[in-house]
């Protein structure tokens, strides 16, 4: 049974400056791939940047990783 990918992330990272030095990591090598014509949810404590990651997939972010793939 071949299994057609409908959304594929590969290794997406988002790094946050606070303006202060200090580095704050949302995304850390984040990977998932999503199934054509399978529900699919996204969880994850507030803040964590699960928005961004939907946000890309979309594309309604222009900042898009070169790692987020969609047939």
Do not use: H, Y
Request: proline letters at 3%; aromatic letters at 8%.
């Amino acid at each position: 049974m071949n299994v057609t990918v409908a959304v594929d992330v590969r290794n997406v990272s988002k790094i946050f400056s606070a303006g202060t030095g200090q580095e704050v990591t949302a995304l850390d090598d984040v990977s998932v791939s999503i199934a054509q014509n399978k529900f699919f949810t996204l969880l994850g404590p507030s803040g964590c940047d699960k928005t961004n990651l939907v946000r890309w997939i979309g594309g309604f972010r222009r900042s898009k990783p070169d790692s987020i793939f969609l047939e």
